[in-house]
C-alpha cells in the first residue's frame, strides 16, 4: 500500500504541473479540427456526465481527500511495518501538492482582484478578467520626438496601450511605476489593444525603426501629391453627357406636353424639365436626381380603375365628363395637401428613373422634381438596366456580373405604387436585359442577341430568338406595329424583326452613306468618324425610321423602305451633331386650341389626337453641325436639342 500510494502521489504532481499546458492543447486541438460542435453537442446530449475541462480538473480536486486518507492509513499502521516509510513520503508529497494548489488558487484570486482593478482606473476597458490571464507587468514609455507618456500593460495573452494623465504632481520612474500607488495616482484612457500572438518582437528595433521612418516619409510624399492631385483635378471641367429621356404628357389633354431630359457623369445624375409652350421651348426645372449614373428613364400613366356605373342617360353621360374634366384639372392643381403630400402617386402620370446604384425614383409629373418628391423611391440590389410600363404595371429589369433579374410592380391598394414588395418575374436571360419595349399584350425584351416575348397576363414567355451574333449584344430597339428595328452595340446595321411571325424581315447598313456624307470633310475627321461609326440611337415618327449616329448625322427614310428593301434611301438632316447624337424622341404637340367654349373643350375629350397635333422630333447630343464648318469648336462638349418639324 505504502508503494502504491508513493506512486499516486507522484502522478497527482506531475499532473498538477501539467494541467494548464494540458488544457492549452485541448483547446488547440479542438480549434484545429473544428470540434467545438461536437463538443458542445455531446455537453448538451449527456448533461450528467463530466466534460474535458471537468475531467482534467477532478483529480486535482480530490487532493486534500487522499490526504485524509493517507493520514489515517499512517495512523493504523504499526512503526516497524515496511510501508510507513513509503506512507510518510506520500504524506508528505500530498501535503505539498496540497500547499501549492492553495497557493495557486490565492494567487489566482488575487490576480483577478488586481485585474479588476485595473479594469476600473482604464477608461474604455471591460472583459479583463478571465480565469486564465494574468499580469505579467506594466511601465511607461515617453513618444519619441514629443513628451507624451504612454503606459503599457502587458498581460499574459494581450498588450494594452493606454494614455496617461496625471491626477496630481508625482514623481515616478521606472521603479515606482511598479507600485499600484503609481496606478492610483493618474488616470488611464484605452488606445488600442493587441492580442500578444499578433505582436511581433524583433531584436533589431532600430533598423526596423529607420525602415518604418522611412515609409512613413514616402506616405507623406504619396499624400502631399494626392493633394496637388485633387488640387488640379478640381479645376477640370467635367460636363455630363445626355442619355436618357421622355416625353410626359401635360395636366389635360389639350395641354402641350413635358420633355424630361437626364444626363449623368457617371457619378451623378440630372434631370431637366422643358415646357413646349407656343412653340417656344422653356427650361422649367433642373436639379440633381441620385448619386449615380441615370441609366434608365419611363413615363409610367397612372394605375387604371374600373368604373362600376352605367351610364343610362345624356344627362349621366354630361355629369361624367365634368367629374373627369374636375378630375384632371384637381390633380395638376398646386393646392395646399398636394404640395404637402409630394410623395403620393395616386390617379397621377409618373416618371420612373433609374440609376446604376440600383435606386428607382418615383416622380409625380405635376410635380416635377424636388427634394420632397425624391422620398419615393424603390432601393434594389443591382444596376438598373431597363423600366418598361405596360398594362397598368411596371416592369425593372436588373443586373450585376451574370446575374439578372426580372421585377414587376404593382399599384397598391390604396392607388399608389407598391414600391416595397415587388414580384419576381422568372425568366431565362441569360445576358443583362438592355431594353423592354411593349407591343400590344406583350411585352419585347432584349437581353444578349435573343428577344423574348413575355406576355403580363399569362405570365409566361415565348422561346428566344436569336438576332444577331453569340459575340454581339442587342443595345437599341425601337417598336413600330408589328415590328421591331433594332441594333448591336457598336454596329452600323439595322435589323427589321416581325414580333408576330417571329422573322427577321429585312437589314441594312449605313457606313457606305455616312462615308459619302464626309467625303467634304478633313481627312483626320473624316477617319476618326468612321473608325468609331455607329448606331447611337433610333426611332419612328410619321411613318418614317430615324437614325441618331455617332458621326453626328441625324438620318431617315420610310419605315415600308426599311422593311423591304436592303439598301433604303437614305436621307440626311441640314443640321446635325458635332459629336454623337445620343436621343432621338418624337413628341406630339397640340396646334391651336380655343379655350373661350366649355363646350370645345368636353368635345376635345373625345377628338382623337391626331386629327389636332403635329409631331416633333429631338434631337439631342453634342455640339452643332451644319456642315459650313463655322461653328466655334468650344461648344463642341455642349450638349443641344434640336427640334424637327415632322410633315
Known amino acids: 500500500m505504502g508503494a502504491f500510494a508513493l506512486l499516486t502521489a507522484t502522478s497527482w504532481r506531475s499532473i498538477s504541473a501539467n494541467l494548464r499546458s494540458d488544457k492549452n492543447t485541448i483547446k488547440m486541438i479542438v480549434q484545429k479540427w473544428k470540434l467545438i460542435e461536437p463538443k458542445t453537442r455531446c455537453c448538451r446530449d449527456h448533461p450528467n456526465k463530466l466534460d474535458l475541462d471537468a475531467l482534467l480538473i477532478s483529480p486535482i480536486q480530490r487532493v486534500p481527500r487522499y490526504e485524509l486518507i493517507v493520514k489515517q492509513m499512517l495512523k493504523h499502521t504499526p512503526v516497524e511495518h515496511e510501508d510507513r516509510e513509503r506512507l510518510q513520503r506520500a504524506q508528505r508529497h500530498i501535503h505539498c501538492l496540497a500547499v501549492a494548489i492553495n497557493q495557486h488558487k490565492d494567487g489566482s484570486e488575487q490576480m483577478e482582484q488586481r485585474l479588476r482593478e485595473i479594469e476600473a482606473i482604464v477608461d474604455g476597458l471591460d472583459d479583463l478578467v478571465t480565469k486564465e490571464r494574468t499580469l505579467l507587468r506594466h511601465d511607461i514609455i515617453t513618444l519619441k520626438g514629443t513628451d507624451r507618456e504612454r503606459c503599457i500593460f502587458m498581460l499574459s495573452d494581450l498588450l494594452l496601450v493606454t494614455s496617461v494623465k496625471k491626477k496630481a504632481k508625482v514623481m515616478y520612474n521606472k521603479l515606482t511605476s511598479q507600485s499600484m500607488d503609481f496606478l492610483e495616482s493618474n488616470r488611464f484612457k484605452l488606445l488600442f489593444k493587441v492580442a500578444l500572438e499578433d505582436v511581433q518582437i524583433s531584436k533589431d528595433t532600430l533598423s526596423q525603426l529607420e525602415t518604418v521612418e522611412r515609409k512613413l516619409e514616402s506616405s507623406r510624399e504619396d499624400d502631399r501629391v494626392l493633394k496637388k492631385m485633387s488640387q488640379l483635378c478640381s479645376l477640370l471641367k467635367c460636363e455630363k453627357k445626355l442619355c436618357t429621356a421622355t416625353v410626359v404628357p401635360g395636366k389635360r389633354v389639350d395641354n402641350t406636353p413635358f420633355l424630361w431630359v437626364c444626363a449623368s457623369d457617371k457619378f451623378s445624375g440630372q434631370v431637366a ?340 397635333s403635329q409631331q416633333l422630333l429631338v434631337s439631342c447630343g453634342e455640339g452643332l453641325d451644319d456642315g459650313t464648318a463655322t461653328q466655334d469648336p468650344s461648344t463642341d462638349s455642349i450638349n443641344h436639342l434640336i427640334f424637327w418639324k415632322c410633315s
Open 273 to 612: 424639365v422643358m415646357a413646349l409652350d407656343s412653340g417656344e421651348i422653356t427650361i422649367e426645372s433642373c436639379s440633381a436626381i441620385g448619386n449615380a449614373a441615370v441609366t434608365a428613364m419611363c413615363t409610367v400613366p397612372p394605375p387604371m380603375k374600373p368604373r362600376k356605373r352605367k351610364i343610362k342617360s345624356q344627362k349621366s353621360l354630361e355629369q361624367m365628363q365634368n367629374e373627369t374634366i374636375m378630375d384632371i384639372n384637381s390633380s395638376g392643381s398646386d393646392s395646399e395637401s398636394s404640395s404637402d403630400e409630394g410623395a403620393s402617386t395616386a390617379g397621377q402620370t409618373t416618371v420612373w428613373i433609374g440609376n446604376d446604384d440600383g435606386e428607382v425614383f418615383v416622380v409625380n409629373s405635376t410635380e416635377r422634381v424636388r427634394s420632397r418628391t425624391r422620398d419615393r423611391l424603390a432601393r434594389l440590389r443591382n444596376s438598373i438596366t431597363s423600366i418598361c410600363a405596360a398594362n397598368g404595371n411596371v416592369l425593372v429589369a436588373t443586373s450585376y456580373s451574370n446575374q439578372v433579374q426580372l421585377l414587376l410592380f404593382r399599384p397598391g391598394s390604396d392607388g399608389n405604387w407598391d414600391l416595397d414588395n415587388p414580384q419576381t418575374v422568372g425568366h431565362v436571360c441569360q445576358a443583362p436585359i438592355t431594353n423592354m419595349q411593349q407591343i400590344g399584350r406583350r411585352v419585347i425584351i432584349a437581353s444578349g442577341n435573343s428577344l423574348h416575348s413575355y406576355f403580363i397576363d399569362t405570365g409566361k414567355f415565348q422561346p428566344p430568338v436569336e438576332i444577331l451574333p453569340s459575340s454581339d449584344v442587342i443595345t437599341l430597339m425601337n417598336v413600330t406595329g408589328q415590328y421591331v428595328f433594332l441594333c448591336g452595340r457598336k454596329s452600323t446595321e439595322i435589323f427589321v424583326f416581325d414580333v408576330f411571325e417571329l422573322s427577321v424581315l429585312n437589314n441594312f447598313n449605313i457606313a457606305s452613306f455616312v462615308r459619302s456624307q464626309l467625303l467634304g470633310r478633313e481627312h483626320i475627321l473624316r477617319e476618326h468618324k468612321m473608325g468609331c461609326l455607329r448606331v447611337s440611337c433610333l426611332t419612328v415618327a410619321r411613318h418614317n425610321l430615324w437614325i441618331g449616329t455617332s458621326a453626328g448625322f441625324v438620318l431617315s427614310t420610310s419605315v415600308q423602305s426599311a422593311k423591304s428593301n436592303p439598301t433604303p434611301d437614305l436621307r440626311v438632316c441640314e443640321i446635325g451633331h458635332s459629336g454623337p447624337c445620343r436621343i432621338l424622341l418624337p413628341i406630339q404637340t397640340p396646334t391651336h386650341f380655343n379655350h373661350s367654349s366649355r363646350k370645345q373643350k368636353r368635345s376635345s375629350l373625345n377628338v382623337p389626337s391626331q386629327q389636332s
